[in-house]
């Protein structure tokens, strides 16, 4: 079992930059890939980005591409997800979730087997 906590959300003006951390204990999740996801309130949550165990492939959302990157460091059990050029409708709170059973990355909801609780990104206008 993977346990995952997300930290590094808060307020922020738009156009600023926020880092977010997903830090994983437990059982390794080295072979798992991992996606960010975010829900903003009357809204379904959606895939913001993922990457495969490696690192070596990312997929983004066209409303994120070009000024978020995933990234993760395996030896550090920690994913990450940089936010540029932040905009109000960003506003959300983000969710790190992990697919046990893909490698590569992983673009539904409904295939990733353990989240965590998520953290409120607030973008200002």
């Known amino acids: 079992q993977v346990q995952l906590v997300e930290s590094g959300g808060g307020l922020v003006q738009a156009g600023g930059s926020l880092r977010l951390s997903c830090a994983a204990s437990?059982?390794?999740?080295?072979?798992?890939?991992m996606g960010w996801f975010r829900q903003a309130p009357g809204r379904e949550r959606e895939l913001v980005a993922t990457?495969?165990?490696?690192?070596?492939?990312?997929y983004y959302a066209d409303s994120v591409k070009g000024r978020f990157t995933i990234s993760r460091d395996n030896a550090k059990n920690t994913v990450y997800l940089q936010m540029n050029s932040l905009k109000p409708e960003d506003t959300a709170v983000y969710y790190c979730a992990g697919d046990r059973d893909s490698r590569g990355v992983s673009y539904y909801t409904s295939s990733y087997d353990y989240w965590g609780q998520g953290t409120q990104v607030t973008v200002s206008s």
């Open positions: 437990g059982r390794t999740f080295s072979r798992d890939a």
């Open positions: 990457i495969n165990w490696s690192g070596g492939e990312t």
